[in-house]
């Protein structure tokens, strides 16, 4: 999944959604360095990530983005789901998604734990631009698109997958609230057993 989601997911959590947040720049015994909490939510952050991937709506939705996009189509499914849960954000909260993605900023650059400075070169710009928020609607991701292209190491051409969700955004829509919902359900039970696994006490 993509950031707004692991944000969500972390739910109301704060250490949790730092740890969610730092996950894919943390390498190794790196890990050890970290409060318990934020050590939860990376490992929450990577069980998403592995459930998503073997899940067969995820697989379903990708089907229509590897003719074109062979193994970036992971990372463009991710980038829609994020679209269609900011554009649905009241079926989930009641909490504006504006003001929660500001509240995100606000908790990683108060983070008491320090943070991998990869990690902070991309919140500057996720602030800045405000990624979270844009997400909400076609604009947003075809920025969130070109970026991940002119970053991409080989050409990926994902800044044209846009065309991919307007031909099918219904479709694609429909396959991500029925997962979204297994993602949900799953997400409350792992961050619960890793919180006991976990517990310091």
């Known amino acids: 999944m993509n950031f707004l989601a692991h944000a969500y997911l972390s739910f109301d959590q704060d250490e949790i959604l730092i740890g969610n947040f730092i996950a894919d720049f943390i390498r190794g015994k790196e ?40 193994h970036y189509a992971r990372v463009i499914s991710d ?22 993605s500001l509240r995100v900023y606000q908790t990683l650059q108060s983070s008491a734990a320090p943070l991998p400075p990869s990690f902070l070169r991309m919140l500057y710009w996720m602030e800045q631009q405000n990624w979270l928020y844009a997400y909400r609607n076609l604009t947003g991701i075809q920025q969130a698109l070109d970026g991940l292209t002119r970053r991409a190491t080989f050409d990926s051409k994902m800044n044209a997958a846009t065309e991919v969700l ?14 979204f919902q297994d993602l949900e ?7 619960a057993t890793l919180s006991q696994t976990h517990d310091p006490a």
């Open 166 to 179: 307007r031909e099918k955004e219904e479709e694609i829509e429909a396959l991500f609230f029925v997962f």
């Open 31 to 70: 890990i050890e360095n970290y409060p318990k909490k934020i050590q939860v939510g990376i490992h929450l952050h990577r069980a998403i990530d592995t459930f998503t991937d073997s899940h067969p709506l995820v697989k379903e939705v990708q089907t229509h983005l590897r003719p074109r996009f062979g």
């Open 185 to 191: 359900t799953f997400a409350q039970a792992t961050l």
């Open 79 to 100: 980038v829609f789901f994020d679209y269609f849960l900011a554009k649905n954000w009241d079926k989930y909260t009641s909490l504006p998604l504006e003001t929660f």
